[in-house]
Nanobody, 115 residues
Framework: VQLVESGGGLVQPGGSLRLTCVASGISFSSFPMTWYRQSPGKERELVGGITKDGDMSSLTASVKGRFTISRDNDKNMVYLQMSRMKPEDTAVYYC?????????WGQGTQVTVSS
């Protein structure tokens, strides 16, 4: 299983970014996918998740209304669209899949929100 995130970078407050995670080595359409983030000195936190079919998603309260999660099962990709970003969104963002009793992680992509 390999998960590779991309799309991070530096963005000004109020700006937008779209993160992409491409998965390989799994039957992608069979698994829900999740996004996590970790800020310096803090524990990794769940940002949100999406069902295997992409018909439902959920987001943590702090990003609800600003972030959306989507997926393209034909491309084995899951996306995190972030808008109206805040400095507190600064973190390393990870995609994740739970399968066969194990959690698999990508290497993460750094997102920095700063003026």
């Amino acid at each position: 299983v390999q998960l590779v995130e991309s799309g991070g970078g530096l963005v000004q407050p109020g700006g937008s970014l779209r993160l992409t995670c491409v998965a390989s080595g799994i039957s992608f359409s069979s698994f829900p996918m999740t996004w996590y983030r970790q800020s310096p000195g803090k524990e990794r936190e769940l940002v949100g998740g999406i069902t295997k079919d992409g018909d439902m998603s959920s987001l943590t309260a702090s990003v609800k209304g600003r972030f959306t999660i989507s997926r393209d099962n034909d491309k084995n990709m899951v996306y995190l669209q972030m808008s109206r970003m805040k400095p507190e969104d600064t973190a390393v963002y990870y995609c994740n899949v739970y399968m066969r009793g194990e959690m698999f992680w990508g290497q993460g992509t750094q997102v920095t929100v700063s003026s």
